[in-house]
């Protein structure tokens, strides 16, 4: 079975602060993704990884930067973080040629 | 501009019935289409897969049934289990690039005993 595995499950940080957000997989899978989820708009994707050192942005990179230094490990860093960042982040990972992503458990951040 | 679209929020369906979750997209590009299923507090896990090659792709209780010309597909879960209350969430990809995904915003799926 493939494991994703998130750092925290819950973690509540200050306006302002730099937030890291740890991932890792099992698979040697190549592929890494981190999204976030919001009520009512469903997954959206933040930025993705084909490769290490190699990262690409989604749908929102606005905020954020990521960090992919181990082919298991992608990191994802809010440089300051801000209340609008307040959201359940999911890290998934995926390997060719099957276009099936799978996810962690999530992190639920609140910014105060 | 949502690409994928669920526009149901939430179905209620009674247990032992059908269920039936509606998917539309806009993009003929893709050709690769998922359903996932996420319990509260959990990440989502996969369900079921459908190329565009195909129409139809059955997996025990779960169908997948895809359109191209409408643009459409749908989940059809028989019989439905209070165990099938969750999140669904459609998916569209290009099974050429191999990773990128679109989501839709889920649709919330409760199933009364």
């Known amino acids: 079975d493939v494991k994703v595995t998130q750092s925290s499950r819950y973690l509540v940080k200050r306006t302002g602060e730099k937030v890291f957000l740890e991932c890792v997989q099992d698979?040697?899978?190549?592929?890494m993704f981190w999204y976030r989820q919001d009520p009512g708009l469903g997954l959206r994707l933040i930025y993705f990884?084909?490769?290490?050192?190699?990262?690409e942005k989604g749908d929102i990179p606005e905020g954020y930067s990521v960090s992919r230094e181990k082919k298991e490990r992608f990191s994802l860093i809010l440089e300051s973080a801000s209340t609008n960042q307040t959201s359940m982040y999911l890290c998934?990972?995926?390997?060719?040629?099957?276009?099936?992503?799978?996810f962690g458990a999530g992190t639920r951040l609140s910014v105060l | 501009d949502q690409q994928v679209k669920q526009n149901s929020p939430s179905l209620s369906v009674q247990e032992g019935r059908i269920s039936i979750l509606n998917c539309d997209y806009t993009?003929?590009?893709?050709?690769?289409f998922l359903w996932y299923k996420k319990y509260p507090a959990e990440g989502p896990t996969f369900l079921i897969s459908?190329?565009?090659?195909?129409d139809k792709n059955e997996d025990g209780r779960f169908t997948v049934f895809l359109n191209k010309s409408a643009k459409h597909l749908s989940l059809h879960i028989v019989p439905s289990q209070p165990g099938d209350s969750a999140v669904y969430f459609c998916?569209?990809?290009?099974?050429?690039?191999?990773?990128?995904?679109?989501f839709g915003a889920g649709t919330i799926l409760r199933v009364k005993s």
């Open positions: 998916a569209a990809g290009y099974m050429e690039y191999g990773n990128k995904l679109v």
């Open positions: 459908i190329s565009s090659i195909k």
């Open positions: 993009n003929s590009m893709f050709d690769y």
């Open positions: 998934a990972s995926s390997t060719w040629p099957k276009n099936i992503q799978y």
């Open positions: 990884s084909y490769d290490v050192k190699m990262k």
């Open positions: 698979m040697d899978h190549e592929n």
